[in-house]
């Protein structure tokens, strides 16, 4: 079947079996393997990126629910040069080790801080808990939450 | 994941025609964040998809009166709306501790409904609220009080080629406050132990109940009306009064005993959840 | 010579850095083995056991051989029919077969193998496959396998590593002991005698990277992609089993904790690829990977023997691992944690024994530390409840009893480096031991603080040899390569190496390039597993740069057509110590035409010289210690325990990259949080896990996260490079103990069984009014 959408402001028509996830046709088709899979059930938040701007497990939806969208991945938020402020905030503060969940991490950091600039700490839990680390502890991870939220002035 | 045809149709009368005429063969596919889970899985595996999420007339909340849910809107939506947040904060408070914030952007109230999880958050509310289930089917609409449209868990009413169309929840008297509680083992986003939504009504110049209803998930088979509750209406519903409720309320519940814990603990965080909706709604129907 | 090799001025080492990989980890630009794909790729799923204890009587693959986009299925006839191939593997306890033979051991056993064109094809194809079970009684857990005429997982046992015994006719694969004094002697001279039985179940490790690989076979050569942590055992492993040469290439790697550290799919897909003669990969599901590897049930049986004034006198320590179905990985990681069951204490009579009991659970493997984490979490409880029953304070006791330097362990160590007490006072006091505790105005949440103390043993060979290797070489535009098989698996090892590099050539971290983790590219490496990266890879690094240094110095002097004695090292190149001439390193390789490269080793093992003039026995090269103080809140009325803050001390010597550090004790401490209080594998009374998939198995979040206090004792370790030792699973060992002592502080109920999920805390309290 036929789906178009718009991918990190690039917009496609393909051809996809009906079966494919949104995640099969960003990472199989596109090549765009900064999302990641771990749980394949919509918990972890290895594959989280934004459909409209929302953040959502690109695991558990078709490829045909995402007809007409417009979707962000890790390689649409990372400019030509450099850093987004969010990533910088993420390699300064040490909110990555082994970097698999990190693309999920920041994308959903993304957007809390498009649905909400000034976060409290306790708002930044409640949004970021959904999404699953292995290896900080977390404490890294709020710590470049609340770096890119003090410098969420300086970027638009 | 098995190979299947998909569509998705643009009307309701569409999506049940299609549903009507491949019988068994089809499965309905709302915000999708637990049908797909299913069919990758296995657990279901149909020869053809029906994904409602391109039929507008099965969007959006209205409120004109009573608040008319379409049953694709998201969960999340419930759970930001300002008129929701306002006029029916329950409803708003369950849907902001369903899963993760993921979870709640897709998935939407008419499939929370349909799927029959009996431990989900959002059918508790919707319950307590008087919420009333639209089907649709070929042969047009029909209504079902949610209390009422469950049979088992995922097991509803729902007739083969019928869909969930949208929810509706009768307005709130005035002077009524509700309240959802929700306690996991672990992180908030799990799987709730047990749930309980209160919604209860006073009468300002007493401060008596004059209303209060009380349900509770992870219960049993299906959301638990807490019948003890009407026992609150002409008194002042004491904190002592509340707890007499609630441990009663919790003897009504059936619940298993499962990875969340056993069926003495289930029935004791019943009595403390349903404790804490019945506390916190009469503050709010007091203030 | 002299001057070129005087000592190094630190500058990278000690200095806080992100990885040096973070920017592209932060752009998602890293490529983990999902990620990779090679020409004429085929697909595999594996037909897997629905039973935990079945004999096969038959496999029927023809319907799946004839779906169209079917390669090949590769089942325990095509294992048979290939004479070059050995049908059974594992490098420690040799037991796993490459596919089913005869019977099945677990649930999610492998039986076979389907490889197709395509996921979706092999998935439907493994469906066809027609396997016919004769089921057979199964032993779900240790006592059951312990049981008289319990039915025997394994006939026969194949013990590689020479200190594994297993007891023949029963389900023991492996019993040692260990000891010191005279334990029946300490107990009778004890003024109070405790006993308790401590139990920790099954976990997993949950690491987001699923175990996957990429297997080629072709014209003689066998090439392996994989996210294993052991490349080069693996490598020889398969080179044993196929009789071809094989090379094993590791990408960047996104989690293990133990989980990769041992071969479970890599041996059976490179069967596949050679019968489907097209390179075959594999990717396990979350779900498959809870069938794969586990953390095993512990139990643990304890008595301790003490003196009034609280000084341990006797210990006798029983401890039984489930390794599950096979023994290729759980087996030795139980007879290593006998070096330091006893704890950092001073006993002067001890004797543990430990017991690794097949059953028919999936296979165990090390996690993080394993089961070092359930032992500290054992005596520290006991020793809370001797402090509790002695009226002695809970510090006092530890106090009284840690050891210090120049101690003789149980092993016969001469310990060194023991900043036990260290940790202790700076693990206590980063939460504020001292500072009254916040009260519940309605009383229904009660807090308590607790501690415990560790020591963490790493692998050390029973001789001295090396067993890894690190080249670095001067190449091209004078970039050092430094060619390590350290896997990166997130720890920071490129960097910490980076930096140790850098600081032994006196160059900056521009100049170095980390080249990791192919067994063609880079010399020997055993395994990046209990902790010992930082301290073996950097101490051969560093012995690389030694070897390379006189070579550069004899090209140099060549060159500039000097005394090599006159010459010194600069960041950019060498120079005449007055400054008359001088070559970069890039002109340097350029006029030598090829590069210059050394390699260096790191010798382990064999006898310590202890300062008394006597030869010590050196079971770990090095040991951790450490210490965790907590600070919990227990709701009484639901019971939930909530980790407050936690604070975890280790002995790090120098601290390379300090901030590091603290970032892998924070993450230790998150990930144990799950285990401690509401993480477990659950089976059913039939033997099937319920509990594989996420959804029913709730993990450690931002939520459950307490604040931490990560500290570290950094007094510079002999021998370490620039003084280092290592630290990647002190972090999580220390965090039951602490947490478990908390809850009793708080509640006065000493619980023996993690998980301390809400019900049992209630069944607790309740049974203590």
Known sequence: MNVTLTVNGETLSLDVPPSTTLLDLLRDRLSLHGTKEYCHSGVCGACTVLADGKAVSSCSMLAGQVEGADVLTIEGLTPDEGLHPIQQAFVDNFGLQCGYCTPGMILLAKALLDENPAPTREEIIRYMGGNICRCTGYAGILRSVEAAVKERGSWS | ?287 | MCAATGPNVTRLVGQSMPSLEAPDKAAGRIEYMADLTVPNMAHAKVVRSPLPHARIVSIDASEARAMPGVVCVLTRDEVRADPEVEEVYGFVYRDAPLVAMDKVRHQGDIVAVVVADDVDTAEAAAELVDVEYEELPAVMNVPQALAEGAVQVHEEFFPIAPELRPIEGTNVCHHATIGCGDVEQGFAESDFVYEDEFLAPPVQHCALDLHAVISQVEDGQITVWTNCQSPFPLGRELERIFKMPARVIIPYVGGGFGSKSRDRIECVITAAAKLAGRPVRYILTQEETFMTFIRPAYRNRMRTGVKRDGTIVARHNEFWVDVGGYAISGARSANNTLKVATGPYRIPNARVDCYAVYTNKPPSSPYRGLPTTQHTMSYEAQFDRIARDLGIDRLELRRRNLVRDGDIHITGDYLRSAHSHECLEQATEAIGWNEPLPVDPEGKKLRGRGVSCTIKYTLTPAREMSENSAEVALVEDGVFEVRIGTVNIGQGSDTVMAQIAGDALSVGLESVRIVHSDTYRVPVDSSTTASRSTYHMGRAVVEATDNLKPQMLEAASQLLEREAASLVFTPEGIAQADGSANVTYGELVERVGSPLAATGDCVVGGMYAGPDGKSYPIASTFWTFASCAAEVEVDTETGTVRVVKAAASATTGTAVNPHSIETQLEGGIGQEIGPTLFEQLVWDDGGQLINAALLDYPLPTMETMPEYAPRFVDHPFEGGPFGAKGMGEIGSVVVPGAVVNAVYDATGVLFHEVPLTPHKIIEGLEGQR
């Open chain 2, 1 to 287: 994941m098995r190979p299947f045809e998909y569509i998705r149709p643009a009307s309701v009368a569409e999506a049940v025609g299609v549903l009507n005429q491949r019988g068994e063969d089809a499965f309905v596919l709302g915000g999708g964040s637990a049908a797909v889970v299913m069919l990758r899985l296995g657990v279901v595996r149909p020869e053809l998809v029906v994904d409602l999420g391109g039929i507008e007339e099965m969007r959006g909340l209205q409120r004109n009166g009573g608040l008319r849910i379409g049953a694709l809107a998201s969960i999340r939506s419930l759970e930001l709306d300002d008129g929701v947040r306002a006029a029916y904060p329950l409803l708003a408070e369950a849907a902001s501790q369903v899963a993760n914030v993921r979870v709640r952007n897709v998935a939407t109230v008419g499939g929370a409904v349909a799927y029959g999880e009996p431990q989900t958050d959002t059918p508790t509310a919707l319950t307590a609220s008087g919420a009333v289930v639209r089907i649709a089917g070929v042969s047009g609409e029909r209504s079902v009080p949610l209390d009422g449209f469950y049979v088992g868990p995922y097991e509803t009413v729902l007739e083969q080629g019928e869909i969930v169309a949208g929810i509706d929840v009768p307005e709130q008297q005035p002077h009524t406050g509700g309240a959802h509680v929700k306690f996991t083992v672990g992180s908030p986003e799990n799987k709730p132990v047990a749930n309980a939504s209160a919604l209860v009504t006073v009468d300002p110049s007493s401060g008596a109940c004059t209303a209060a209803r009380v349900v509770m998930g992870a219960a049993g088979p299906v959301p638990v009306v807490a019948n003890v509750a009407s026992g609150l209406v002409g008194g002042e519903a004491s904190a002592e009064r509340i707890k007499e409720v609630a441990a009663a309320a919790a003897e009504e519940a059936d619940p298993i005993e499962d990875l969340r814990g056993p069926e003495w603990y289930k029935r004791r965080i019943l009595r403390i959840v349903v404790e804490r909706a019945l506390t916190c709604a009469l503050q709010r129907a007091r203030t």
